[in-house]
T-cell receptor
Framework: EAQVTQNPRYLITVTGKKLTVTCSQN?????MSWYRQDPGLGLRQIYY???????DKGDVPEGYKVSRKEKRNFPLILESPSPNQTSLYFC?????????????FGPGTRLTVT | GESVGLHLPTLSVQEGDNSIINCAYS??????FIWYKQESGKGPQFIID?????DKRQGQRVTVLLNKTVKHLSLQIAATQPGDSAVYFC??????????FGKGTMLLVSP
């Protein structure tokens, strides 16, 4: 089944404790992206990747890192999480450039930073 | 207290009615638009897309209309069912590599 998977689905952590949220897609998509979703603000893009070893900032990249060492995986790294990073996070992938094709979304990761 | 964010624009309809959800986009150069459906606890799910060289596109029970003159997009759902209850987002291609999403409209369908 074609899908985007994220782990973990739920995470509660404390300020400053590094964490990684994994994202994997099995559709051989070139483009992958991370979004955060907050009440009243909709979906905002954090980082995206056009292909392996090619990443770029989205609208809200501060406090986040990403890497794309393999085509299928695009982990989101929070080196020192803060409470304002409490949010619902979605990974997405697309066949090609993220603006010209539909993006397939993962199930989401709900992160709480205390 | 209730979060401000919960006050999404809401459309309430009866089962069997037709629903129309509207979206205004900002960039006249945007050339690709998508409608997504997000059910509670799930990620956004693709419904239908349209490119700027079209005014209308139909899917199964859904139609998207694009009015480039006033930068307006609408999603029409025919014979709305309780399973259609969700938050609906429009998204536009503001550039080569990204989609920008609207804040969403909640559709509530009563049996």
């Amino acid at each position: 089944e074609a899908q985007v998977t994220q782990n973990p689905r739920y995470l509660i952590t404390v300020t400053g404790k590094k964490l990684t949220v994994t994202c994997s897609q099995n559709m051989n998509h070139e483009y992958m992206s991370w979004y955060r979703q907050d009440p009243g603000l909709g979906l905002r893009q954090i980082y995206y990747s056009m292909n392996v070893e090619v990443t770029d900032k989205g609208d809200v990249p501060e406090g986040y890192k990403v890497s794309r060492k393999e085509k299928r995986n695009f982990p989101l790294i929070l080196e020192s999480p803060s409470p304002n990073q409490t949010s619902l996070y979605f990974c997405a992938s697309s066949y090609s450039t993220g603006g010209d094709y539909e993006q397939y979304f993962g199930p989401g990761t709900r992160l709480t930073v205390t | 207290g209730e979060s401000v964010g919960l006050h999404l624009p809401t459309l309430s309809v009866q089962e069997g009615d037709n629903s129309i959800i509207n979206c205004a986009y900002s960039n006249s150069a945007s050339d690709y638009f998508i409608w997504y459906k997000q059910e509670s606890g799930k990620g956004p799910q693709f419904i239908i897309d349209i490119r700027s060289n079209m005014d209308k596109r139909q899917g199964q029970r859904v139609t998207v209309l694009l009015n480039k003159t006033v930068k307006h997009l609408s999603l029409q759902i025919a014979a709305t069912q309780p399973g259609d209850s969700a938050v609906y987002f429009c998204a536009e291609n503001k550039g080569y590599s990204t989609l920008t999403f609207g804040k969403g409209t909640m559709l509530l369908v009563s049996p």
